[in-house]
């Protein structure tokens, strides 16, 4: 009787922890939280990625852990969401760093306004141009 207790109580704690989460694919551009406030896209400084904000390159040293904080902004909804990359590597996300049209595929947590992230989707690189180069 007990382990039916235990098993029964064991498995509400656990949907208990799972219900404010729900699965999502979220399409966006991938940038830090600095660059979105401050409306800095594709011109976002890749140093804030490091330590948070444009120009603090000059106060960080190498070495030192990243506090750059980054996001995804979703232009569809006009709002960024936070994201944990969990057992993704930041360095693995560097072709999708200052790009449109990333996907991040894991599941959303509305409370904290965060995606736990569990495969992302890097856009493909640009394709050459006919004309580069020729001007």
Same mark, same amino acid.
């Given at each position: 009787?007990?382990?039916?207790?235990?098993?029964?109580?064991?498995?509400?704690?656990? @949907? *208990?922890? !799972?219900? *404010?989460?729900?699965?999502? +694919?979220?399409?966006? !551009? /991938? &940038? @830090?939280? =600095?660059? %979105?406030? $401050?409306?800095? !896209?594709?011109?976002?400084? /890749?140093?804030?990625?490091?330590?948070?904000?444009?120009?603090? $390159?000059?106060? =960080?040293? !190498?070495?030192? #852990?990243? @506090?750059?904080?980054? %996001?995804?902004?979703?232009?569809? +909804?006009?709002?960024?969401? $936070?994201?944990?990359?969990?057992?993704?590597?930041?360095?693995?996300?560097?072709?999708?760093?200052?790009?449109?049209? %990333? @996907?991040?595929?894991?599941?959303?947590?509305?409370?904290? $306004?965060?995606?736990? %992230?569990?495969?992302?989707? &890097?856009?493909?690189?640009?394709? #050459?141009?006919?004309?580069? *180069?020729?001007?």
């Amino acid at each position: 009787m007990k382990r039916i207790a235990l098993t029964a109580l064991g498995l509400l704690l656990a @949907t *208990g922890a !799972f219900a *404010g989460t729900e699965q999502v +694919e979220k399409k966006g !551009f /991938l &940038a @830090t939280e =600095w660059c %979105v406030k $401050n409306d800095l !896209f594709k011109d976002c400084r /890749l140093e804030s990625y490091a330590c948070g904000y444009g120009g603090c $390159n000059e106060h =960080w040293h !190498f070495g030192q #852990k990243p @506090t750059g904080k980054m %996001v995804l902004y979703v232009h569809d +909804e006009g709002k960024y969401y $936070n994201i944990d990359l969990g057992k993704i590597e930041p360095s693995e996300l560097d072709e999708a760093k200052n790009a449109n049209e %990333v @996907t991040l595929i894991g599941s959303y947590d509305p409370k904290r $306004n965060i995606i736990h %992230v569990k495969e992302f989707k &890097a856009p493909p690189p640009p394709k #050459k141009s006919f004309f580069k *180069g020729c001007l």
